[in-house]
């Protein structure tokens, strides 16, 4: 797909301008009205795809919970192994469109895996996330990115207080959620990792409060958020924190996001899952995978 169409797309989903615009330029690059609309499902994610790991696979259980924030009740998925007893903890941050098929099911990955996963629904602070894609954006645009910062802060003292928490909490966030998971690993010292795809770093100000080990997922074509790399990078180096940072060359904004269509790459999100697995069993610790 032509790389203007979809750093158009990423710019609409990501706040640059409204639908209208958005359909109105679609159209000039696809070359008709027509052929804007035969493009669209290439470019919106589809849900359906969601299933890497089955919503109701044997080995796993999973519950819908709630856990207090600053902005009151945050609504959250939580699924880890049937069998029981302590394990680390991964807390599973979203794109900007809530907590969605997609996001649950990196969770439901991470739990096979043998961790405690727990993906909170962030948009709670604004009343849940809605099951129509276009409306969870246009409502994750309303809500304002502190109050999603403040529940998602809040999930990290209710995951170590879980019976079934070792006490070795980590994070990964993706998109929007990459730029969360950054801000938590500022702001909570207690966190033992933090992998971050195509986030939003935090300024220069806020390193010396990270105290987790970064692993940090960055698409060659992103220039969006690539352009903050240099500076939190200087800055990580000032402030002697440990990072790893992985350029994937070709790929796009999003490419870990198998229901994404185009901007979708199997082989850079498979290299980054492993990575990222890898990474998470080195500072929080290996348990046992699902049986």
Do not use: W
Request: aromatic content about 8%; glycine content about 8%.
């Amino acid at each position: 797909m032509d790389q203007r169409i979809i750093n158009l797309y990423d710019s609409f989903t990501h706040g640059g301008m409204n639908r209208r615009d958005f359909l109105d330029r679609l159209a000039t690059l696809a070359g008709s009205a027509a052929a804007a609309a035969a493009l669209l499902p290439f470019l919106q994610n589809d849900y359906a795809q969601a299933a890497i790991v089955a919503e109701n696979d044997a080995r796993l259980m999973a519950e819908r919970v709630a856990y207090d924030s600053l902005k009151g009740k945050i609504n959250g998925y939580l699924v880890r192994p049937k069998a029981k007893g302590k394990r680390p903890a991964i807390i599973v941050i979203q794109e900007n469109r809530g907590l969605n098929p997609h996001i649950e099911d990196m969770a439901r990955l991470l739990a096979v895996e043998g961790f405690l996963a727990f993906a909170p629904d962030l948009l709670s602070v604004s009343g849940g996330t809605p099951p129509d894609e276009e409306k969870a954006r246009e409502l994750h645009a309303k809500t304002d990115p502190k109050d999603i910062t403040e529940a998602a802060i809040a999930a990290v003292p209710f995951v170590l207080a879980h019976a079934e928490s070792n006490g070795n909490v980590g994070v990964v966030g993706y998109c929007f959620g990459g730029g969360v998971a950054n801000r938590m690993a500022a702001a909570r010292p207690e966190l033992k990792a933090v992998a971050v795809y195509y986030g939003l770093q935090v300024p220069a100000d806020q390193v010396p409060g990270i105290n987790a080990p970064l692993l940090l997922h960055y698409a060659e074509l992103d220039q969006r958020v690539n352009a903050g790399i240099a500076a939190y990078e200087s800055a990580l180096k000032a402030n002697g924190k440990r990072y790893t940072i992985y350029m994937y060359p070709g790929v796009n904004h999003a490419f870990n996001n198998d229901t994404g269509g185009a901007r979708y790459n199997k082989e850079a999100a498979d290299l980054a899952l492993e990575r990222t697995l890898v990474f998470f069993r080195e500072h929080l610790g290996a348990p046992p995978r699902a049986a």
